[in-house]
């Protein structure tokens, strides 16, 4: 399953910039059966400009990784934990 590493490297490119702190953007990796979930850790301050206003970009963020994930059999799902 080669898309794991390269889609946690997308959001990872992504995430980081958009926030002032890159240095403290974790992505992690939650495998499952048929469904991989990314969760994104940002700095405190960074929230906001990571999920945007009512939540667009956020939303934008999900739609390119499902997009990039749709050649595989794996499915995806991108979550900003606090």
Not at 20 to 27: F, H, R, S
Not at 65 to 78: L, N
């Amino acid at each position: 399953m080669a898309p794991e590493p390269q889609m946690a490297e997308l959001l990872d490119f992504i995430v980081r910039g958009l926030v002032d702190e890159p240095e403290a953007v974790k992505i992690v990796e939650v495998p499952g059966r048929r469904l991989t979930v990314y969760e994104i850790a940002v700095a405190d301050r960074d929230r906001g400009k990571v999920i945007g206003k009512q939540g667009r970009i956020a939303n934008a963020i999900r739609t390119v990784a499902k997009a990039a994930a749709t050649h595989g059999e794996q499915h995806i799902a991108v979550e900003i934990v606090t």
